[in-house]
């Protein structure tokens, strides 16, 4: 069992910045990347980034390259999210995920959810 918990949410304004969390626990010798999604209203959730624990390979949706970087403490069991240059098209509710497998652009690859942290930015 893997137990994820997001962190750093909140308000921000067009062209801010946030930097998210996710700490992990339990049985986590079995995850192999880390992945961020996203889900606005009436939309299906999105990738965002991943991340391997091992190596430190790094993936990026094409909306976010530039803007966002994810990286890792392996000795801290967290996965971080540095949003720079919010837009509002960025609000949304943002999840933390971790798979064994590695589509990490495809949500059927995660089998752990962290319970999410909303993301508002305004225009």
């Known amino acids: 069992q893997v137990q994820l918990v997001e962190s750093g949410g909140g308000l921000a304004q067009a062209g801010g910045s946030l930097r998210l969390s996710c700490a992990a626990s339990g049985r986590t010798v079995s995850s192999y990347v880390m992945g961020w999604f996203r889900q606005a209203p009436g939309k299906e959730r999105e990738f965002v980034a991943a991340i391997a624990w091992s190596g430190g390979r790094t993936f990026y949706a094409d909306s976010v390259k530039g803007r966002f970087t994810i990286s890792r403490d392996n000795a801290k069991n967290t996965v971080y999210l540095q949003m720079n240059s919010l837009k509002p098209e960025d609000t949304a509710v943002y999840y933390c995920?971790?798979?064994?497998?590695?589509?990490?652009?495809?949500?059927?690859?995660?089998?752990?959810w962290g319970q999410g942290t909303q993301v508002t930015v305004s225009s």
């Open positions: 995920a971790s798979a064994s497998g590695t589509n990490w652009y495809n949500p059927s690859t995660y089998n752990y």
